[in-house]
């Protein structure tokens, strides 16, 4: 049967509708790449410009020569790829385990695990930093890809467990015939099936540890260890605040995301409705 197509009216009131929403999340990201190339005089102006005039790029001369800049972005470059890494790598293992074995407290196990997504993050501060000064891993990019990796773990493992759960099991039946064991099948079989899952979790977990500023500010002290956020945040003095300079390094910082969506992009939609329909 094919889809019924929209009278004319409405498909254009769901056009502009559509197009009103996207102009209007899109605005705030234009107007701060705009101020990024104005000087501090015309920050403020008003009405605002969105096509600066005069545009100068001495915001990003004044960020990308600043010698510690350099230092927090491939600090917050390690903390996310191993953290991501780390945290997908974990979940796809447990996701596996829960989806294709059955063993006494599996159901109990996962209900527990994802209690973690029930509780606020900004609740769990104080009991993860006296585990970290337990542990010795205050003021450490250790000490952060730890709890980002944990932090990360239950909603990974949520969301490919449906997909793992979709896959046919005759596909490990098979393998099981050719001899192939536990990790076998996981690696060479499993994993490259889930890659649209495996994408959007990549996605999520990038995006939450490159952008996570309350954890990061909590445990780390010394400016050598600080990352990204913070280095962004110190940008704002108390006496004043030059936005061009904030903004230009906020650009700066979101790349690194982009670069990962648009890596990921093509398995993203599907990863997200993977394991919602069973059969």
């Known amino acids: 049967m094919s889809a019924r197509k929209l009278p004319g009216p409405a498909q254009s009131f769901r056009l502009v509708t559509l197009?009103?929403?996207?102009?209007?999340?899109?605005?705030?990201?234009?107007?701060?790449?705009?101020?990024?190339?104005?000087?501090?005089?015309?920050?403020?102006?008003?009405?605002p410009q969105f096509i600066p005039d005069p545009a100068t790029l001495s915001n990003y001369e004044r960020i990308l020569l600043r010698g510690d800049f350099g230092h927090y972005f491939a600090n917050s470059l390690i903390v996310a790829v191993v953290s991501t890494t780390l945290a997908v790598l974990l979940s796809a293992m447990m996701a596996y385990g829960f989806a294709r074995y059955r063993f006494p407290g599996r159901e109990l196990m996962f209900r527990l695990l994802l209690i973690g997504l029930m509780i606020p993050a900004m609740m769990l501060i104080v009991p993860q930093f006296v585990l970290a000064k337990f542990f010795g891993v205050l003021d450490s990019l250790v000490?952060?890809?730890?709890?980002?990796?944990?932090?990360?773990?239950?909603?990974?493992?949520?969301?490919?467990?449906?997909?793992?759960?979709?896959?046919?099991?005759?596909?490990d039946q098979a393998m099981q015939i050719d001899g192939a064991g536990h990790w076998r099948r996981f690696w060479?079989?499993?994993?490259?099936?889930?890659?649209?899952?495996?994408?959007?979790?990549?996605?999520?977990?990038?995006?939450?540890?490159?952008?996570?500023?309350?954890?990061?500010?909590?445990?780390i002290t010394t400016p050598e260890n600080q990352t990204l956020p913070i280095a962004v945040a110190l940008?704002?003095?108390?006496?004043?605040?030059?936005?061009?300079?904030?903004?230009?390094?906020?650009?700066?910082?979101?790349?690194?995301?982009?670069a990962v969506f648009l890596t990921f992009q093509r398995h993203f939609v599907q990863g997200l409705t993977a394991g919602s329909v069973k059969g």
């Open 19 to 47: 197009a009103f929403g996207a102009l209007l999340m899109v605005t705030p990201f234009l107007y701060m790449l705009s101020t990024s190339f104005k000087g501090q005089q015309y920050v403020l102006k008003l009405p």
């Open 143 to 171: 000490g952060l890809i730890i709890f980002y990796v944990a932090g990360n773990l239950a909603l990974n493992t949520f969301l490919l467990r449906g997909f793992f759960e979709a896959l046919p099991g005759e596909l």
């Open 188 to 219: 060479n079989l499993a994993l490259p099936l889930a890659r649209p899952a495996l994408a959007t979790a990549t996605i999520f977990t990038f995006l939450a540890t490159w952008d996570e500023f309350a954890w990061a500010l909590t445990i």
């Open 235 to 258: 940008l704002q003095g108390p006496k004043g605040t030059q936005w061009g300079l904030v903004f230009a390094a906020s650009i700066i910082a979101i790349l690194p995301v982009i």
